[in-house]
Nanobody, 119 residues
C-alpha cells in the first residue's frame, strides 16, 4: 500500500526527490515517516509529516537540507533531499503510523529505495 521510489546515485552536494505513493486506503489521521538504514547501522527516522495537519519533524542530521511534504490529492508523500552528503547513503523507506505522532506504531511500510551519495 506504500510504494517508495526516486532513489539513485548522486554526487555530494546534489539533490534527489523520493516519492511515497499510498494506495488502498486514505491516510488521513496517519503520520508518514521516512526512515533510512545504512549498512551496519540502526534504522533511523529522518522526517515525518502528519497527513491531515501537515506538521513536520526532522532529525537534526537532515534539518535544513531535507523537506518532507505531501500531496493529498495524489495521495503521495515526498522527501526532497538537498545538499546530500556521503553519510546520507542508505536505503530509505516510507512508512505510515496511525495518529499524529512520529512515535506511533508504523504498521505500513513501503519497499526501500536506495540512495548512494558519492564523494
Amino acid at each position: 500500500q506504500l510504494q517508495a521510489s526516486g532513489g539513485g546515485l548522486v554526487q555530494a552536494g546534489g539533490s534527489l526527490r523520493l516519492s511515497c505513493a499510498a494506495s488502498g486506503r486514505s491516510f488521513n489521521s496517519y503520520t508518514i515517516g521516512w526512515f533510512r538504514q545504512a549498512p551496519g547501522k540502526e534504522r533511523e527516522l529522518v522526517a515525518a509529516v502528519f497527513w491531515s495537519g501537515g506538521s513536520t519533524y526532522y532529525a537534526d542530521s537532515v534539518k535544513d537540507r531535507f523537506t518532507i511534504s505531501r500531496d493529498r490529492a495524489k495521495n503521495t508523500a515526498f522527501l526532497q533531499m538537498n545538499s546530500l552528503k556521503p553519510e546520507d547513503t542508505a536505503t530509505y523507506y516510507c512508512a505510515a503510523a496511525l495518529g499524529g505522532s512520529r512515535y506511533g506504531k508504523y504498521d505500513y511500510w513501503g519497499q526501500g529505495t536506495e540512495v548512494t551519495v558519492s564523494s
